[in-house]
DNA sequence: GACATTACTTACATTTTTTATAGTACGTTA
DNA sequence: TAACGTACTATAAAAAATGTAAGTAATGTC
């Protein structure tokens, strides 16, 4: 993750893509190694920082901050901290978030139906 | 692209996620920048290794080759040689590639959406 | 006063993906 | 005989994503 070189042929390239394909501009979204898992498990509801990690085997405390951070930045997730010490922080979709749920449920049949396949 | 190394930890995350989530294993298969707009193309119909790489913006002819190669592995696309000269090469979609086509079209749907939100 | 808890942050290393550029094979056509 | 078109391959380098390891803050408990 960290930041994009916003020089790169490689941002330029997204964005152009993104421009004319939604398609793409949505699979920038919720690309990367965790984020559509991450979400799968938010549909169930709010999640804390560390029952999230629970879930999700061997990511690393910093790749579920990243990945949080830029789903928050996308308005996927809304993120809610709660001044106590230790500190808690829950994390839960948001509206268009909560949108994703048939897409993932379809992804989910059809990579299990894949996997048969091959 | 190119190899991915199977003593990596990033590997053997993959594949424990793809082991136990069917959505992070599709993820897999159609993530990358470019596998889910040449689906989306290939939907359409078949269409040959110059006609793809005109509709794509900015693609590189290795990037190119290293998708379709990776989606033929995937049995997402058929490839097929006419050996002719100049060589002619056809790509289309599989019965499972083909099956990609309403995801494709709510992952569309949803970026629309997404895209108006931000 | 040392220690545990929680949700991080930081610096750095490694791996993976993407881009850049040049070159190849091979019959056909000029 | 030399250039043309197509679908690539080879090699290198840049950029992005992911992983490792250590540290922080605040406070309540031992």
């Given at each position: 993750m960290s930041k994009i070189k916003e020089t790169s042929t490689n941002f330029a390239n997204k964005q152009a893509l993104a421009d004319e394909c939604s398609e793409a501009y949505a699979a920038n979204i919720i690309g990367g190694q965790w984020a559509l898992v991450?979400?799968?498990?938010?549909?169930?509801?709010?999640?804390?920082?560390?029952?999230?990690?629970?879930?999700?085997?061997?990511?690393?405390?910093?790749?579920?901050?990243?990945?949080?951070?830029?789903?928050?930045?996308?308005?996927?997730?809304?993120?809610?901290?709660?001044?106590?010490?230790?500190?808690?922080?829950?994390?839960?979709?948001?509206?268009?978030?909560?949108e994703l749920k048939p897409i993932i449920k379809h992804l989910e049949k059809w990579g299990q139906k894949h996997k048969d396949l091959m």
């Open positions: 991450i979400c799968s498990w938010l549909i169930g509801g709010k999640l804390r920082f560390g029952e999230l990690k629970k879930k999700l085997p061997n990511i690393t405390e910093r790749m579920l901050t990243l990945q949080l951070r830029k789903l928050e930045e996308n308005k996927i997730v809304k993120r809610t901290v709660y001044t106590e010490v230790p500190p808690r922080v829950e994390y839960e979709l948001t509206p268009i978030g909560y």
